[in-house]
């Protein structure tokens, strides 16, 4: 409608132009079309070559890594919502056997149970302010940008928290690579590390098979950099089996020594300890940071996830606009006791 009026209201200029140019139309055409690249100043009229800001439909979000290796866990999300702490029964030592046994009465034993457990973390988001004027003027949906961002943003730091749960302190389920001398990945870590080989993923299926852990069911999940540096590695014989297992719906990209490899963008991080010790997720990454991948039986870590809830205040006063924010209820753990059924492998210094 503006358009239509901002055509005729030139027009009418014309017009009233051409009256004093001798009824020269094209000369006062020439002048309204200059006059046009001006605000006319009348309520409603909308200049014909003002130069409008172009916005398109959808906006470039932030890139998130898929999350799906969580389906790989014992679920135990029915415990989010009856509490704070979950408790995991590990059954004692079982009792012992006899051949042909002489001495009667037996010697009677009892088991002693061990209770573990792990308390349900909250995670929030920082709230998000959107303008009253964005409502208005922009063309793309900003709401519905901000609450998918808001979404995988919570997501992300769910499925880095409980990688970090799930991650061994033990010596005995920390290997470290082999590999010859590469640079150092992480962000913040300087030098040289050892970079992973196949010999020590099959250094993580002997560790499993010592340890009786069922031949199905077995993961590896490792972080872009050491993935190409084990996959540069394999022949096209050892290529060709390892990618029968790819599977794009579950995200595993393939099968190799007993374990389904996953892939993404960022694992864990270990310290450089003696024994090294897993480092928070959102930690600052320091110069001697190790990336590690980590190897877990489905049935030997544990996740416990709730809903991600919105909270919305529409038209505060006190900002002139929508504030939005989440939140998201967690837990997990390593479920055993003794940590069978998960190790990492954690780059050594090169």
Partial sequence: MKKILA???????????????????????????GLSLFSTGIGGVLPMAIQKEIWEND???SLWADNGFLNFAYNADQFVLAG????????????????????????????????????????????????NADTVELSYDKRRSVLSETTAAINESAALNMLYRWSPTEKAA???????????????????RKA??????????????????????????????MYEQLTAEMDANTQRDFLRAYDEKTGVVGKLYSFNWIMRAQVMRYSNAGTPAPKQWDAVGEATDNAAALAWHKNSVERALGDVK?????????????????????????????????????????
């Avoid at 196949?198 to 950099?225: G, S, V």
């Fill in 310 to 350: 919105f909270f919305e205040n529409l038209g505060d006063p006190t900002y002139y606009g929508d504030i939005y924010s989440s939140l998201l209820r967690l837990g997990g753990r390593i479920r055993r006791n003794d940590n069978k059924g998960v190790a990492a492998l954690v780059q050594a210094a090169g």
């Fill in 174 to 192: 920390i290997l470290r690579t082999t590999g010859d001398a590469v640079p150092a990945h992480l962000d913040k870590a300087t030098g040289n």
């Fill in 196 to 225: 992973a080989k196949l010999a020590d993923i099959k250094a993580l299926m002997k560790l499993f098979n010592k340890q009786n852990i069922p031949q199905t069911d077995r993961y590896l999940m490792l972080d872009a950099d």
């Fill in 7 to 33: 055509i005729l209201f030139n027009l009418t200029i014309g017009l009233v132009l051409s009256s004093f140019l001798g009824g020269d139309l094209f000369a006062a055409g020439m002048i309204a079309g």
């Fill in 84 to 131: 704070k702490v979950v408790h995991i029964p590990q059954a004692g030592a079982a009792p012992g056997t006899k051949v042909n046994r002489s001495t009667l009465p037996a010697t009677v034993t009892k088991r002693t149970d061990v209770d573990i457990t792990y308390a349900i973390d909250e995670i929030t988001t920082d709230p998000v302010h959107i303008p």
């Fill in 59 to 61: 906006i470039v979000e």
